[in-house]
Every structure is written in structure tokens, then in C-alpha cells.
């Protein structure tokens, strides 16, 4: 999954990996040049982007999308989607989830399953979950920061829009695009809050609210 990351990069050997949660955030022309500003920068589910013009919050550029099968796709999810990579998390595999690709994905467009054996395992190993006996997984965004820190582990690493690094114990999401819904029953934030700070503290992952 490594040399298929940087494929989609500015460069082979990514120095700076950007990914972006969907929690609303305040207009920030800093957050929005230092996100664009990086080799890779990866999106989650539903996400938006800054539109021409507009104010200027979380920057425009999508090398990656990480989506799982529940995704509400905004009209930015499929823009330009020949030039992007989209990668599909399905944790569900590994109790309930059905195997069917989506009936709104577009014809043309392929996708690349994440192995839950080589990423969502170690991940929910890191985190405590018992995902092999359990119905319990890590969020999409917290996988999509995975995905990016091990994949490219000397790149510096920017984090935005993860809200539950501030707020461990909300129980609905509000979402940049608009809309709303509760946590998952299979989410422990609270983990995944601790976990994504704890990179903070290393020098080499920098959270941008």
C-alpha cells in the first residue's frame, strides 16, 4: 500500500502527509496553506473542501480518499476522482458487514480494500479493542491517521478536524458538510483521542484546530 500512496503523491518519498477529519472548524488561512502545502494529503468520508473564492479553512487539494460503505458522499467526494486514490476501510468484514460494493459508486471508479489483517488489527491493537472477538473498530479518520504514520513514519504528519481529541466523550458527530449522526457504538473515542495526541508530543505530528 506504501508505493501506491506515493504514486498518488507530489513526490516518491512524501516529506509531509496532511489528513483531514470532518469536524466544523472556523475559517483559518493558516490551517487551510499548511494542509495544501503538504506532498499528500489524505480526506475522509464525506469530506469538503475550500471552495474558489470562499473562505479559506481546510485547502482544496485530495491526493487520497479513505471511505467506508456508510460514507454521505458530498459533491467534492467524486470531483475529479480520475486523478485521486480511494481506499475502502471495512472493519465490518470481520463480523457483519456484507461484502457488496456500494449501488451509488460510480461505473468507472475502482477502490482499494484496506486489509484489516495489516492495518485495522495492529491499529485496534494499539488501541485496546478486542476487534477480533468483538464488534469494536477504530473510526474512519483515526484509520486514515494510521494509514498515513505508518505508511510514511519520518514524513511529518499535520492532523485536522478530529474532534474527539478534544471532546473524548460526545456521543454525535457534527459534520463540516452540515449534517450530523451518533458515534458508533463500535468507536472508542476516548482512545483514539489519546492515541492521536500522544503523536503530537513526538515532534513529528503537528494538530492544527
Known amino acids: 500500500m506504501v508505493n501506491l500512496l506515493a504514486a498518488y503523491a507530489d513526490r516518491p518519498e512524501p516529506r509531509s502527509v496532511a489528513v483531514v477529519g470532518n469536524q466544523p472548524l472556523p475559517p483559518d488561512p493558516r490551517r487551510a496553506k499548511a494542509i495544501d502545502a503538504c506532498d499528500l494529503v489524505i480526506r475522509v468520508n464525506g469530506f469538503v473542501v475550500d471552495e474558489p473564492g470562499g473562505p479559506e479553512t481546510v485547502g482544496s487539494r485530495v491526493h487520497v480518499v479513505v471511505f467506508n460503505r456508510a460514507v454521505r458522499a458530498t459533491k467534492h467526494v467524486f470531483r475529479d476522482y480520475r486523478k485521486r486514490l480511494y481506499l475502502l476501510v471495512e472493519p465490518g468484514r470481520m463480523h457483519w458487514e456484507p461484502e457488496d460494493i456500494p449501488g451509488w459508486w460510480p461505473g468507472d471508479l475502482g477502490f482499494v480494500p484496506v486489509p484489516n489483517r495489516e492495518v485495522v488489527l495492529p491499529l485496534s491493537?494499539?488501541?485496546?479493542?478486542?476487534?477480533?472477538?468483538?464488534?469494536?473498530?477504530?473510526?474512519?479518520?483515526?484509520l486514515a491517521a494510521w494509514i498515513a504514520r505508518t505508511s510514511f513514519p519520518h514524513a511529518s504528519l499535520v492532523l485536522s478536524g478530529f474532534s474527539f481529541i478534544d471532546d473524548p466523550v460526545q456521543t454525535h458527530w457534527e459534520h463540516a458538510a452540515g449534517d450530523s449522526?451518533?458515534?458508533?457504538?463500535?468507536?472508542?473515542?476516548?482512545?483514539?483521542?489519546r492515541l492521536l495526541d500522544s503523536w503530537t508530543k513526538t515532534g513529528e505530528t503537528e494538530l492544527l484546530r
Do not use: M
Request: glycine share 16%; hydrophobic share 30%; aromatic share 4%.
Open 125 to 142: 491493537d494499539a488501541l485496546g479493542l478486542p476487534s477480533r472477538e468483538e464488534g469494536l473498530w477504530s473510526t474512519t479518520g483515526t
Open 181 to 193: 449522526c451518533i458515534v458508533g457504538p463500535e468507536h472508542r473515542i476516548a482512545a483514539e483521542g
